[in-house]
């Protein structure tokens, strides 16, 4: 599982009823059933890993989380999780409200694309910045919507969703302190949240 993966997980309690919307492989909602007796299901797109999903014996649908969502029932799951996906949506204000509709807490986890590195590639070089966390090209990119920190979280106050607690990190998904809390928006590579309606 992603590193990143690991602080995910440890914001959802055990037993809880979980939606992982892009879902990816299955690793999150597969550890999430096994080690915290979770029920859920997974909304995948692409369909090698929807197929990942089904021979990991995960609970899936295939399709485009932005088409799924309506079809949930309001209050069908404790929690909905949205990890490193925010970006490549195409109405992200959409896909929170509708994650608040079908759960009571949010878990979103997201690229920072103020991180000092993006800022200082863009300004020196004159070109999009290509990195660990962020290997694509600006012409093949899956990232149409950029946001950083203060963005989101400025989204998340207009939506109405309360920011229970945020966990900053870096590249390989690893917790980072100290300066960064300061300045989250320059130093911190990503970030996890855990968001209540």
Known sequence: MRPDLDIVASLVC???RVLDLGCGDGALLENLINERECSGLGVERELDDFHACISR???VTQGDLEAELPRFSEGEFDVA???LTLQAVRHPDRVLTEMKRVAAR???SLPNF???RLRATLAVRGRMPVTDSL???WFDT???HLCTIRDFESLARDLGLGIDRRILIDATGNRVGGLANRAPNLLAERAVYSLET
């Open 57 to 59: 014996g995960v609970p």
């Open 14 to 16: 055990s037993g809880q």
């Open 81 to 83: 999780v949205l990890s």
């Open 135 to 137: 290997p694509y090209q």
């Open 114 to 116: 103020a991180h000092w």
């Open 106 to 108: 949010l878990v979103v």
């Open 142 to 144: 899956p990232n149409i």
